[in-house]
C-alpha cells in the first residue's frame, strides 16, 4: 500500500477501533432498570425510600404527575371471557404457559401494554395484556385463550395462581411497610424517579 493511502487509512482504523471498544463497554454495562419491586420506608416530601425485594435502598423523586393505582385481590372466577388482563407467564412442562399472576385491568384501562414480550419477573418469563377470548373450567383451573393485535396465546391458571385487579389510589397509600412496584426512570444527574406505582391493599404484596 503506499505511504499516503496508509496514512489516510490509518485513522479510520483507529476510529473502529475506539467505536467497537465503547460498543464492547456499553454492552458490559447492565441495563438501567425499569422497576423496582419492594417495600416503603419512608416518604419525605417527594422522596419516596423503597427497599427491594433483593435487599437494595432505592430512592425514588415522586413526579409531580405521579399515578398511583391500588391492587387488590379477586377470584379466579372474576376472569371473564371479554376481560382485558395482564398475566405473567412461565413455559409449561406441557408447552402451555402457566400464568404467575394475572391482573384484570379495569374497563378504564382497556389496551394497557397490550401485547406480549419478555418480562424480568422470572427467568424465561413473559408479560401478556390481552382479552380474554376463551375460558374453560377444569378440575386444575382455567385454560384461558387471549388475544392480542399482534397473536394469541393459551394460559394455564390454577386455582393457586394469584389474581387481583386495580382499584383508585392516592399517594396516602403509600405508607410505610406498603409493598410497592414503582416504574422509574434514571435522570441526566443518575437519580431516579417514578411516575407510576402500584401499591398492594389489605398486606398484599403485588405478584406481577
Excluded: C, W
Aim: proline share 8%; hydrophobic share 35%.
Amino acid at each position: 500500500m503506499p505511504a499516503r493511502r496508509f496514512h489516510l487509512v490509518r485513522p479510520f482504523i483507529a476510529f473502529a477501533m475506539v467505536t467497537a471498544s465503547t460498543l464492547y463497554a456499553l454492552a458490559q454495562q447492565p441495563p438501567t432498570p425499569t422497576r423496582v419491586r419492594g417495600t416503603v420506608e419512608s416518604v419525605d416530601g417527594d422522596t419516596l425510600a423503597v427497599k427491594s425485594r433483593s435487599g437494595e435502598d432505592v430512592k425514588l423523586h415522586m413526579a409531580g404527575n405521579m399515578v398511583v393505582l391500588g391492587l387488590t385481590r379477586i377470584g379466579l372466577s372474576d376472569i371473564k371471557v371479554g376481560s382485558f388482563i395482564g398475566t405473567t407467564t412461565v413455559p409449561g412442562p406441557d408447552g402451555v404457559p402457566k400464568a404467575v399472576e394475572v391482573h384484570v385491568f379495569p374497563e378504564n384501562m382497556r389496551g394497557t401494554g397490550e401485547g406480549s414480550r419478555p418480562y424480568d419477573l422470572k427467568p424465561n418469563s413473559s408479560m401478556t395484556n390481552a382479552t380474554v377470548a376463551q375460558s374453560v373450567v377444569g378440575n386444575d383451573g382455567h385454560t384461558l385463550q387471549v388475544k392480542y393485535k399482534d397473536g394469541e396465546k393459551t394460559v394455564q391458571v390454577t386455582p393457586d395462581t394469584p389474581v387481583v385487579t386495580y382499584v383508585p389510589g392516592d399517594r396516602a397509600d403509600l405508607k410505610a411497610g406498603a409493598k410497592i412496584i414503582a416504574f422509574m426512570k434514571k435522570l441526566p444527574d443518575g437519580s431516579f424517579e417514578t411516575d407510576r406505582v402500584s401499591v398492594g391493599r389489605d398486606g398484599l404484596t403485588p405478584p406481577m
